[in-house]
């Protein structure tokens, strides 16, 4: 007895000074062995990362609070191995919560549980606008189990799934920028990716991007321009999140990461300046799990895209 008290209080401090070890988990919690793999979070929190997962893997959790009430609210495949949960508390409830997990081949969770899935999680990759000519200053993104840079003048153009283009607005003297799918381009790919109707603004990028449900909204049928960026002041220090579905019924979300300026892009520098991006990208090997789901669309609009008008949420 002494020897299983000594275990939890090491626990125990290592908890309270924001270490996560899922090894650290109480092997006596009544109930373990049926819940799943217990892993304790820090007094508070309302977050947990439940890393050492397996690739490509679906996953039940549930969650037990130090009172009733506890409920999950979401998840995030934002980095290899690892699933981010997100709950509330009960009522009074602001101790040690217990996050528990275990395997299944099923997407249809048990009474109780929810159903999430790793994802293969790489980047940052940096795009160039299309108007840049310089070598290695690839325009074009390849999504897939290894994602990868392209030329839109190379052997590989017709792959790309997505494609930083140089967008001349009549009337105005300064170019946008617009993420469009691969055949807004050349017409027709390989991959015919769609993007869905509204990308997000989400501080803390992919991390912070979190559902309960996989993905449920409608993808258009026919080549889309994802989102035109200019200087929005509301997505300083933002990520822009676009999900997408490829022609081969995988899912991907792709992170427009924000520079150290605060905005989406950097510039070349020089006298024949060129913007770039940088992007992450999280991908569903696994055809139908819409494990890269889009939050709730809540907030407000910020900006409108320039081809259909659909607003960004944040």
Request: aromatic share 8%; with cysteine; glycine share 10%.
């Amino acid at each position: 007895m002494k020897q299983r008290l000594s275990f939890l209080s090491i626990c125990a401090v290592l908890l309270v000074t924001g270490a996560l070890f899922s090894s650290c988990t109480q092997t006596s919690t009544p109930g373990t062995a049926s819940q799943g793999t217990p892993v304790l979070s820090i007094a508070g929190a309302t977050t947990l990362d439940v890393t050492g997962l397996s690739d490509n893997q679906l996953y039940e959790f549930t969650v037990a609070g130090t009172t009733s009430g506890a409920t999950i609210t979401g998840f995030s495949s934002y980095a290899n191995g690892t699933i981010k949960v997100s709950w509330t508390r009960g009522s009074g409830d602001t101790g040690i919560d217990t996050v528990f997990y275990r395997t299944t081949s099923s997407t249809t969770a048990a009474s109780g549980y929810n159903v999430w899935a790793t994802a293969v999680v790489s980047g940052p990759f940096r795009i160039y606008e299309t108007a840049d000519n310089t070598a290695g200053h690839n325009s074009g993104l390849v999504l897939g189990p290894t994602t990868k840079t392209v030329s839109i003048g190379g052997a590989d153009s017709t792959n790309a799934d997505l494609i930083l283009e140089t967008y001349n607005v009549s009337g105005t003297t300064l170019p946008f920028l617009s993420l469009d799918a691969g055949d807004v381009l050349f017409g027709t790919t390989t991959h015919k990716t769609r993007f869905a109707t509204n990308p997000f603004a989400v501080a803390g990028g992919l991390a912070n991007q979190h559902s309960l449900t996989d993905v449920t909204s409608t993808f258009p049928t026919v080549a889309n321009e994802v989102t035109v960026f200019t200087d929005f002041a509301s997505t300083k220090s933002k990520s822009i999140v676009l999900v997408g579905r490829t022609g081969s019924n995988n899912y991907v979300r792709v992170e427009v990461v924000p520079q150290s300026n605060g905005n989406l892009w950097g510039d070349t520098g020089g006298a024949n300046s060129k913007r770039f991006i940088d992007v992450n990208v999280a991908y569903q090997p696994s055809a139908g799990w819409g494990y890269v789901a889009r939050p709730p669309a809540f907030s407000k609009g910020l900006a409108k895209r320039v081809a259909t008008g659909a607003a960004i949420q944040q």
